[in-house]
Nanobody, 117 residues
Framework: QVQFVESGGGLVQPGGSLSLSCAAS????????MSWYRQAPGKERELVAA????????KYADSVKGRFTISRDNAKNTVYLQMNSLKFEDTAVYYC??????????WGQGTQVTVSS
């Protein structure tokens, strides 16, 4: 069964950093692109970043370019999201999923990121 387990969220001040991790299982991790999404209260889930199966290509939402970095470790079936220079508007629940332009129907519990002073 496909599963995603996100971790690493927390409370951080504006300008701070957090590193998120997502452990994936139930499919051949190295065969698929991976994505990070986020959903803020009252808003739709949006794509934050994505990375191809071997990490050669990435893409980012304009709102996080230059601040966030997606990476992956295929040996550990894990995708990461390094978030720097965090802003209030980055507050959301962050999820990972498999895919590039479209993702699977499976979602994990997400990890809460709260940026607050």
């Amino acid at each position: 069964q496909v599963q995603f387990v996100e971790s690493g969220g927390g409370l951080v001040q504006p300008g701070g950093s957090l590193s998120l991790s997502c452990a994936a299982s139930g499919f051949t991790f190295s065969s698929l692109a991976m994505s990070w999404y986020r959903q803020a209260p009252g808003k739709e889930r949006e794509l934050v970043a994505a990375i191809t199966n071997h990490g050669g290509t990435t893409k980012y939402a304009d709102s996080v370019k230059g601040r966030f970095t997606i990476s992956r470790d295929n040996a550990k079936n894990t995708v990461y999201l390094q978030m720097n220079s965090l802003k209030f508007e980055d507050t959301a629940v962050y999820y990972c999923n498999a895919g590039w332009d479209s993702v699977t129907k499976y979602w994990g519990q997400g990890t809460q990121v709260t940026v607050s002073s």
